[in-house]
């Protein structure tokens, strides 16, 4: 285990932290203490170098020194990657001005060590009213309590406290996440949390005391509060898909087809296909994305066939499936004798729907009467608008501005490349936002989907969250030919016909 000091002009203090560090972790554990003395303008460096010197510590100790101030999260980037690249299980964050006991570690190790937790932080606010009585001053302790609360709540987490500079972390925990690119500032300690529970990691609380005495506080309580608050709405936005930001893309890798859920209880696409395509229906789905709809078809009676570069999920069962990619023709099946095509929310995805639609057209000869059920993302949604006259245009792991999306249409141009494809659209209607899937299926997200498909009805450019297109392929000009002359032959007989009958 790592015990990582984070110093900045903490001479009168630094050596008094080391000594205090229990001697009885030595116990079982591989402990090193690594100090980093982020540019401090007194002789914090020498103190701990001269306790390094001494070997009067238990411990191995390692003194570094910054030559430029890296700034609180910084100053922890450099340490914890020294975990990291040192082979450590654990690492323990402690600050040099005293504020956090270090008797306490062999406390808060023990759920690291019993593998119960991934990340354990020694919270001030556990044990009601120990925090004012330790010296925590009144004003600190409300925006204490107000910002968590608010965090707890943007972000769905029930911790006591987001702001104690108590933790100990699993190594292989801080792997997994991109701890690099937050910020240097104080409000790193928030989005680390942030970036270990999108992550999945097991987080615990353990309480610790309050101790506040002359140490100067190097915070700006204003800037602090805003940088928080922040962050928190940027990280809770991510999670509804509005916005996306590096750093908190830190879910687990999952395959492209488990990013994608049937949407059914509530109007959307799937529902309103599942509802249109009648039962003893010939069905082809293209891109069916785990194949959920076309499973829902298959309940109803319906012959389908499917295609989709990701295998289909283990639980479905279609009368055909071919794995393969929609990008490269000619396509590994037939599209003849069907009656309905789906294309759902695939064209985005395409390298060049133009060849894709061509393609199709060309298949579909052989099913001349075959309605085509057609579905895309609107770009020019209310919402996307909104973000765009804001200076913002976040791509993200889901949505309208999905990460994998190549190509982004508006009702309008999604209806020009179809008609300039070779198609005839017969219908056409704008699907609201899954609001129950951010939301939760509630009421209250029920009710936004009613709101948002009643305006989308009224003005679908502004309101359709996604359009439905329902088309048809015209025969293409080699088909017309071939009626032509088959026509011209047959009326020539005809008048032949007729000529040696009279």
């Known amino acids: 285990m790592l015990v990582f000091v984070v110093a900045y002009n903490a001479e009168k ?53 910054n030559p430029d101030n890296q700034g609180y999260g910084g100053n922890q980037k450099i340490g914890f990657h020294f975990a990291i ?24 190790l023990e759920p690291l060590r019993s593998g119960a937790a991934d990340a354990v932080f020694g919270s001030r606010m556990l044990r009601p ?40 972390y699993r190594v292989a925990a801080l792997e997994r996440i991109p701890f690099e690119r937050n910020s240097n500032d104080f409000h790193f300690d928030t989005e680390i949390i942030i970036q270990l529970a999108f992550a999945g990691a097991r987080l615990k609380e353990l309480p610790i005391p309050t101790y506040y005495g002359d140490e100067i506080c190097h915070v700006n309580g204003m800037r602090y509060a805003w940088n928080v608050a922040a962050t928190t709405t940027r990280a809770s936005m991510q999670r509804l898909n509005v916005f996306y930001d ?4 830190c879910r687990p890798h999952e395959a492209t087809n488990a990013r994608y859920e049937l949407k059914r209880g509530y109007e959307s696409v799937h529902s309103v296909v599942i509802e249109i395509v009648p039962a003893g ?36 069962h279609l009368d055909e499936f071919v794995q393969h990619d929609l990008n490269v023709t000619p396509w590994p099946v037939s599209a003849s004798a069907l009656d309905y095509v789906l294309v759902l929310d695939v064209i985005e995805h395409l390298s060049s729907p133009e060849a894709f639609l061509d393609e199709l057209r060309y298949r579909l000869a052989t099913s001349p009467e075959a309605r085509v059920l057609i579905s895309t993302g609107n770009v020019a949604f209310g919402l996307t608008r909104l973000m765009l006259l804001l200076g913002q245009f976040n791509y993200g792991k889901r ?3 999905d990460l994998t999306h190549k190509r982004l249409f508006t009702t309008g141009s999604m209806k020009r490349l179809l008609q300039q494809s070779g198609f005839d659209i017969l219908e056409s209607r704008g699907i609201p936002a899954p609001f129950p899937l951010a939301l939760g299926n509630s009421w209250f997200a029920r009710l936004l989907v009613s709101l948002n498909a009643a305006l989308a009805r009224v003005w679908p450019r502004l309101f359709a969250f996604q359009i439905l297109l329902t088309v048809r392929a015209r025969p293409t ?17 005809l008048s032949n016909r007729r000529s040696r009958a009279s």
Not at 246 to 249: A, P
């Open 85 to 108: 690249r040192n082979g450590f299980d654990f690492v323990a964050l402690i600050h040099g001005d005293g504020q956090y006991a270090p008797e306490c570690l062999p406390e808060l």
């Open 129 to 168: 009213g120990t925090a004012l009585k330790g010296g925590m001053p009144l004003y600190k302790f409300l925006g204490n309590k107000v910002l968590t609360a608010f965090q707890n709540r943007m972000l769905g987490l029930h911790l006591s406290e987001f702001h104690s500079g108590y933790r100990l």
């Open 246 to 249: 590096r750093k908190f893309d």
């Open 13 to 65: 203090t630094i050596s008094q932290v080391l000594n205090r560090i229990p001697g009885e972790l030595r116990d079982g554990y591989g402990v090193e203490i690594l100090v980093i003395d982020d540019c401090s303008q007194d002789e914090t460096f020498e103190q701990a170098w001269q306790l390094r010197n001494d070997q009067s510590l238990p411990f191995a100790l390692h003194v570094l020194y």
């Open 477 to 493: 000009l080699d088909s017309l030919l071939v009626r032509a002359e088959n026509e011209s032959a047959a009326r020539l007989r």
């Open 281 to 316: 229906a010939r069905v082809l789905d293209l891109g069916c994305a785990g194949g959920w709809v076309a499973e829902q078809l298959r309940n109803k009676g319906c012959w389908v066939s499917a295609i989709d570069t990701e295998p289909l999920s283990p639980a479905v």
């Open 399 to 401: 949505g309208i501005l």
